[in-house]
C-alpha cells in the first residue's frame, strides 16, 4: 500500500485505514479505504487528485484494498477530448432544453429527494442515507465545492456536486431523476461540465475510479480520450481504446 499512499511531502496527511467492509462493486471482495483530513488550497487539490485521492464530505481517502487494484482514478484531458458521435446527437438534441444552473452547497429538499430516488433505481440493495448524512457526505466540504443542477420546463432532471481545483474538476456525484432517462441525464451533465471546466481555463476532468468489470462504473471510458492512474508507477496513461 505504501506505493499508492506517498505524497509530495507538503501534501503528507494521516491515512487511518477504515475497518474492510464487503465491496459495493464487485461480488467476493471487501473495501477497504485510507482515511485522511486535510484542508487544500486549489493548487494542492489538484496535486490530491493526481495522486488518486478523492473526497467525501470533509474526508479524503485512497482505496486501500489488500490484493486488489481494480478501482483505477480516472479523468479527461480536456484539451484532447472528442465527443463520440452519439455524444454530439445526444448534445443537439437536448441541450435547448435544459437550464443548467451553479449554485453554493447549500440544502435544499428537493436535491436531497433527487438523490433518494437516484440511489434507489441504481441498486436494489441500496439504502440511501438521511438529510444529514448527504449534507456531511456532499455539501460540508474542504475545498471549492459547486452544485451544478440541471431542469427541464423547470423541473428539476439532473444534480452534479463538483470540487474545483486550479486546474481540475472533480465530479464528487451526479444523480439524475430515474422518469427522464431518456434524456440521458448524466451523460448531458459530464459533456456539460467538460464544457464549462475548459472553458474556465482547466485541464482535467476527474470521473473518479473506474472500475472494468463492474456496470456501474465502467461507463466513465465513454469519455474519450481518459487517461487511467498507475498505481504501481504512480504514472497516468492513455487507456485502452482512448
Same mark, same amino acid.
Given at each position: 500500500?505504501? +506505493?499508492?499512499?506517498?505524497?509530495?511531502?507538503?501534501? %503528507?496527511?494521516?491515512?487511518?485505514?477504515?475497518?474492510?467492509?464487503?465491496?459495493?462493486?464487485?461480488?467476493?471482495?471487501?473495501? @477497504?479505504?485510507? /482515511?485522511?483530513?486535510?484542508?487544500?488550497?486549489?493548487?494542492?487539490?489538484?496535486?490530491?487528485?493526481?495522486?488518486?485521492?478523492?473526497?467525501?464530505?470533509?474526508?479524503?481517502?485512497? #482505496?486501500?484494498?489488500?490484493?486488489?487494484?481494480?478501482?483505477?482514478?480516472?479523468?479527461? #484531458? /480536456?484539451?484532447?477530448?472528442?465527443?463520440?458521435? $452519439? @455524444?454530439?446527437? /445526444? %448534445?443537439?438534441?437536448?441541450?435547448?432544453?435544459?437550464?443548467?444552473?451553479?449554485?453554493?452547497?447549500?440544502?435544499?429538499?428537493?436535491?436531497? @429527494?433527487?438523490?433518494?430516488?437516484? $440511489?434507489?433505481?441504481?441498486?436494489?440493495?441500496?439504502?440511501?442515507?438521511?438529510?444529514?448524512?448527504?449534507?456531511?457526505?456532499?455539501?460540508?466540504?474542504?475545498?471549492?465545492?459547486?452544485?451544478?443542477?440541471?431542469?427541464?420546463?423547470? @423541473?428539476?432532471?439532473? /444534480?452534479?456536486?463538483?470540487?474545483?481545483?486550479?486546474?481540475?474538476?472533480?465530479?464528487?456525484?451526479?444523480? %439524475?431523476?430515474?422518469?427522464?432517462?431518456?434524456?440521458?441525464?448524466?451523460?448531458?451533465?459530464?459533456?456539460?461540465?467538460?464544457?464549462?471546466?475548459? +472553458?474556465?481555463?482547466?485541464?482535467?476532468?476527474?470521473?473518479?475510479?473506474?472500475?472494468?468489470?463492474?456496470?456501474?462504473?465502467?461507463?466513465?471510458?465513454?469519455?474519450?480520450?481518459?487517461?487511467?492512474?498507475?498505481?504501481?508507477?504512480?504514472? %497516468?496513461?492513455?487507456?485502452?481504446?482512448?
Amino acid at each position: 500500500m505504501e +506505493d499508492r499512499l506517498a505524497l509530495p511531502e507538503n501534501l %503528507w496527511f494521516e491515512l487511518e485505514p477504515a475497518s474492510p467492509q464487503e465491496c459495493p462493486y464487485l461480488p467476493n471482495r471487501e473495501i @477497504q479505504l485510507g /482515511l485522511g483530513l486535510m484542508l487544500p488550497d486549489a493548487p494542492h487539490f489538484d496535486r490530491l487528485l493526481a495522486r488518486g485521492c478523492r473526497r467525501l464530505g470533509q474526508i479524503f481517502y485512497l #482505496p486501500a484494498c489488500a490484493g486488489c487494484r481494480e478501482c483505477l482514478p480516472i479523468r479527461v #484531458p /480536456l484539451a484532447t477530448f472528442a465527443p463520440s458521435r $452519439s @455524444q454530439r446527437r /445526444l %448534445w443537439r438534441r437536448v441541450a435547448d432544453r435544459f437550464e443548467v444552473r451553479l449554485l453554493p452547497p447549500t440544502f435544499e429538499e428537493a436535491h436531497f @429527494q433527487l438523490y433518494h430516488r437516484h $440511489s434507489l433505481h441504481v441498486s436494489d440493495d441500496n439504502t440511501p442515507g438521511g438529510p444529514e448524512s448527504y449534507v456531511r457526505a456532499f455539501l460540508l466540504s474542504t475545498v471549492e465545492t459547486r452544485l451544478v443542477e440541471y431542469r427541464v420546463d423547470e @423541473q428539476l432532471v439532473a /444534480l452534479s456536486i463538483i470540487d474545483e481545483g486550479e486546474k481540475a474538476i472533480s465530479s464528487v456525484y451526479t444523480c %439524475w431523476d430515474p422518469d427522464q432517462a431518456h434524456l440521458s441525464p448524466g451523460t448531458f451533465s459530464a459533456l456539460w461540465e467538460m464544457r464549462w471546466a475548459r +472553458d474556465a481555463g482547466k485541464e482535467h476532468y476527474y470521473l473518479g475510479y473506474y472500475i472494468a468489470e463492474c456496470s456501474r462504473m465502467n461507463y466513465k471510458n465513454r469519455f474519450r480520450p481518459y487517461e487511467l492512474l498507475d498505481w504501481s508507477r504512480g504514472e %497516468w496513461g492513455v487507456g485502452d481504446g482512448a
